[in-house]
């Protein structure tokens, strides 16, 4: 068992997905697909799709989308796990079918989110694009500003689109960004975020729970 972790952004890594790594012994390796190295998918069975600045329909800017596209098709047609973050998520769902678009309104910082088992979990989000879930797939999640918050494809892949992978630093990261979105609905100030650093082991404890399910399918 190995793991691949497709990395869009420096400043989005894979965050707690490494720890859950860790604690399952299972080896793992990174790529960019930003650097044009090339990789074969036939060495990996598990892979994490993380999250970036970028958007699914800027192939003009970011040209080498296109051959992560390519690349996540070909793990599809391979049956290889597959998990989304963010990013990771919008690339799976247009990949299969779905539709990605901008979002009428941008979420970040600390969201509630529902999940389909009647529970709510209390998610980190930094997005201002969103998808529709592919046909034949199964919706997990949703709250008031995005309907799909999550969704599973068969056995082999989940996807979400908050990030179930932050930590307490990457948080702060956000927190601080310049870049930050404006004021909005949906949208923490630096200060709420932060007030709320306390939720990452909830979330934390939620992700691993749900790839330890997934791995065990």
């Known amino acids: 068992m190995k793991a691949l972790i497709i990395q869009n952004s420096a400043a989005t890594p894979p965050g707690t997905t490494i720890d859950w790594l860790v604690q399952k012994n299972i080896p793992y390796t990174f790529h960019f697909f930003s650097s044009e190295k090339k990789i074969s998918s036939d060495e990996y069975d598990l892979i994490f799709i993380c999250g970036g600045g970028m958007n699914v329909d800027q ?3 970011y040209p080498w989308l296109s051959e992560e596209k390519k690349f996540i098709h070909d793990l599809i047609s391979k049956n290889k796990k597959i998990v989304g973050l963010c990013l990771g998520a919008q ?3 247009e990949v299969l079918g779905g539709k990605v678009f901008k979002a009428p309104h941008w979420e970040a910082g600390w969201q509630n989110v529902n999940l389909t ?11 201002g694009y969103q998808f529709i879930s592919p046909p034949g797939s199964i919706v997990t999640a949703f709250n008031d500003a995005c309907a799909h918050q999550a969704f599973s494809y068969g056995k082999n892949i989940i996807a979400f689109q908050f990030h179930p992978e932050s930590t307490v630093e990457w948080i702060v990261e956000r927190s601080e960004d310049v870049d ?3 004021s909005g609905s949906y949208i923490q100030s ?9 939720k990452q082991k909830q979330l934390q404890q939620w992700y691993f729970q749900e790839l330890d399910s997934f791995f065990a399918i």
Request: proline residues 7%.
């Open 59 to 61: 192939e003009e800017i």
């Open 91 to 93: 690339l799976l769902a």
């Open 117 to 127: 088992n009647g529970k709510m979990l209390r998610a980190f989000e930094w997005h």
């Open 180 to 182: 930050a979105p404006p």
């Open 190 to 198: 630096k200060e709420e975020m932060l007030a709320e650093l306390d």
